[in-house]
């Protein structure tokens, strides 16, 4: 099977960029989502619907940089 669909964009979840990789293989969409700024993978996420997993992934990127302390340089 190949990923069809594939989309990749880059937003701001507080105050983190993250870029978002979504994709489709069969009828499931997948999606990815990375913080920018390390390169580091944050979630995967799969759902019936782009919006869905993008969705999920936001809000599992959202409870994760919540927690993470900003030091000041």
Known sequence: MKPD?????????????????????????????????????LTRTTAATREEAEGNALKRARELLSRTRRQPV
């Open 5 to 41: 669909a594939y989309a990749e964009r880059t937003v701001e979840v507080d105050g983190w960029r993250v870029t978002l990789t979504s994709y489709r293989m069969g009828g499931i969409f997948y999606c990815k989502a990375d913080n920018v700024s390390p390169g580091a993978w």
